[in-house]
């Protein structure tokens, strides 16, 4: 069976798809840098210690794809914060467009024929309508969004030029955790909503910070579509078997159709642990659209996928087990 490389295979979605595929026998290689991924969550597969955006990678690239046959990548490895990517766009720019040009180059050297990317429903920018279809204008109004669509164009040029078949996965709020419990989201800092709410009503934070009680939405704090990362997981499977069974290239939006405020969130951690989670309304953060929700009915028809987890309680009582489990992140890190 040919291997399959997975770049950022240590890191938060990753890591759960890495676990996916060893557990359908895949023979899996991670590269990733492990300045977000974390040892233990590779699951004993090899890691290959290498920066997209250094200036060995074509050297490293080489050698990993040289040594055996390889008919996939699932590319995960790239910076995933709106605000950082606001001030600082050249790591943006460096790492998810030279970086992932490098990795584009390689598979073009070693005849590798297919790319599963990790995209975002950040290249949509403000929504004109919502729920968004994959055929809704792609907008993207910070960096962050700007340097995924840079790369999905790169993956239409090389199909064309290369022959390189491809699937972007536009995820909307990926969450969650392994229905295990030992596998779930530890960033250092951490940014998102359902591990700081965790940690506040943990007693590990004073207050958690509410951005903007003033949108136009029912409840005036913002909406978002949160997906299930074991879901997202299996989704990639999919995207694999499709490509490897000829598919055309295509998108797809990865979101469950369900659109939750920042207060139900909040709700929905204070049922999950029994725990007030105390809070503070905060400015606004900049670039934070009112209301982003999928459609994912392409992915449904066309791969049949279905969320196993749709319900945001289930996601948080994952999320949760994850902290009780590990409450200062992974050990040994
Ligand atoms: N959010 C918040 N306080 C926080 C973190 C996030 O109010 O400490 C809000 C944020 O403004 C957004 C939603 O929670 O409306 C989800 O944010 P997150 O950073 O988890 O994901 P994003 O939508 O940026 O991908």
Redesign the pocket.
């Known amino acids: 069976m040919a291997a399959l490389l997975v770049t950022g295979g240590a890191g938060y979605v990753g890591s759960h798809t890495v676990r996916e595929l060893l557990e359908r026998d895949e023979h899996v290689v991670i590269l990733d840098d492990l300045s977000a991924g974390h040892v233990v969550a590779a699951g004993g597969a090899e890691i290959v210690r290498a920066d997209l955006a250094g200036p060995n990678i074509a050297r490293s690239l080489d050698e990993v794809l040289g040594r055996e046959s390889f008919d996939a990548v699932l590319h995960f490895g790239a910076k995933a914060y709106?605000g950082e990517s606001v001030e600082d766009p050249e790591k943006y720019y460096r790492n998810n467009v030279g970086g992932g040009l490098e990795l584009i180059s390689a598979m073009v050297r070693h005849g590798v024929p297919a790319l599963i990317f990790s995209s975002t429903c950040a290249t949509y920018g403000n929504p004109e309508r919502v729920p968004i279809a994959e055929d809704h204008p792609q907008r993207p109004i910070n960096p962050y969004g700007r340097t995924k669509l840079v790369f999905e164009w790169a993956l239409q040029d090389f199909e064309v030029a290369r022959g390189i078949r491809h699937v972007n996965l536009r995820y909307f709020?990926a969450?969650g955790a392994h229905e295990r419990g030992d596998l779930g989201e530890d960033h250092r800092p951490e940014?998102?909503?359902?591990p700081?709410a965790c940690e506040a009503a943990m007693g590990k934070r004073a207050h958690?910070?509410?951005?903007?009680d003033d949108y136009d939405t029912p409840d005036g704090?913002?909406i978002?579509d949160y997906i299930h990362v074991q879901d997202l997981a299996v989704a990639h499977v999919q995207a694999l078997e499709h490509l490897r069974g000829g598919g055309a290239s295509a998108s797809f939006n990865l979101g469950t159709g369900m659109g939750h405020s920042?207060l139900e969130?909040i709700d929905a951690v204070e049922r999950v642990s029994g725990k007030e989670v105390p809070r503070e309304v905060a400015p606004r953060?900049s670039g934070?659209p009112p209301r982003?929700v999928a459609t994912s009915e392409k992915i449904r028809r066309v791969f049949g996928w279905e969320p196993r987890f749709p319900s945001l309680e289930r996601i948080v009582e994952t999320a949760w087990a994850f902290k009780e489990h590990f409450p200062d992140g992974y050990p040994n890190d």
Request: contains cysteine; hydrophobic residues 50%; positive net charge.
């Open positions: 709106v709020n969450c940014n998102h909503l359902i700081i958690l910070s509410i951005f903007g704090t913002c978002r920042v969130v953060r934070d982003l």
